[in-house]
């Protein structure tokens, strides 16, 4: 393997770190403790592991942690009373509604129902027009981790040419514009696009987020460009025993670490930095809600 690792842990920390330190300036400085509400509609396992996680760390940083556990058959009309409420509480700066949820409740009415200033999300309606118009929006968390960590790597990637391969909403179509703001030639691919091998090897910067197991591989890989696997699937590990399973990416590691100069591990990679830019996200939300300045280095 010759790709340098690019350590999604270790750089979350760091970004959790200068939340820490921006949320004290805020307690001594100005009085004002960020506050996010988390909202979690019925008991999918894996959403309550994610909210418990969330709610650690945002106590860990300093910040107040609200939740928020309804029952599985709450109405419609109950969740979105929740939310205004929530709208409408200067004490909470970053609201966000777990995904999925349940069937019978209108996901797009529901995140629409978040005052944009507070959708730390990112998946408001307005944010996405407004990042699409390079203008300041709440970005969503994912790609802003991978930006973080591809400015980190590269310091300037002005002129770069970039492959996001997945088009979706949360994912493939803000990482593209994030990635166009700093100034890169951007293509998006999916599963559809015709000779996509030939596109990925043109690319300086490859992010998979396709959500296909190891769908990308060492031959799409132009040698010394950064991968950034987004992919998070459980594949079953009959070389464990019997039943087990194992986390692969979008990208098939060993193959595409012998080409790329650099890339993100799964896990280990971009799934730690999602939290880190909640809380990021949170912060700045604070922040612009009181008319103060940004913290620097913790949005687009």
């Known amino acids: 393997m010759s790709a340098t690792i690019i350590d999604g842990k270790a750089f979350a920390a760091t970004v959790r770190g200068k939340v820490a330190e921006h949320v004290t300036r805020l307690k001594a400085g100005h009085g004002i403790t960020p506050g996010l509400a988390v909202v979690l509609v019925g008991e999918d396992p894996a959403s309550q592991v994610y909210v418990r996680s969330k709610g650690k760390m945002t106590v860990e940083v300093g910040m107040t942690s609200v939740e928020h556990r309804l029952d599985a058959d709450t109405s419609e009309v109950d969740l979105l009373a929740l939310i205004a409420d929530l709208n409408g509480d200067p004490a909470i700066h970053g609201i966000l509604v777990q995904l999925p949820l349940p069937g019978h409740l209108n996901e797009d009415l529901v995140i629409n129902s978040i005052d944009p200033a507070k959708d730390v999300d990112g998946f408001h309606i307005s944010n996405v027009g407004l990042l699409g118009t390079g203008q300041k929006s709440m970005v969503p968390c994912t790609p802003l981790g991978c930006l973080m960590m591809l400015r980190d790597h590269y310091g300037n990637l002005s002129g770069l040419n970039a492959v996001v391969v997945g088009r979706s909403n949360i994912v493939g179509k803000p990482m593209a514009q994030l990635l166009l703001g700093d100034s890169c030639t951007v293509t998006i691919a999916h599963s559809r696009t015709k ?103 913790l949005t687009a």
């Open 195 to 297: 000779n996509i091998q030939d596109v990925t090897r043109a690319a300086d910067i490859v992010v998979a987020a396709v959500g296909r197991p190891e769908m990308v591989t060492g031959d799409w890989i132009k040698p010394g460009a950064t991968v950034i696997d987004v992919g998070i699937n459980r594949i079953d590990a009959p070389e464990k025993g019997e039943g087990k399973t194992r986390l692969v990416g979008d990208c098939a590691f060993d193959s595409c670490a012998e080409v790329a100069g650099a890339i993100t591990p799964v896990p280990g990679g971009v799934g730690p930095m999602t939290i880190a830019c909640l809380l990021a996200n949170t912060v700045t939300a604070c922040c612009r809600a009181n008319g103060l300045a940004e913290p620097e280095g």
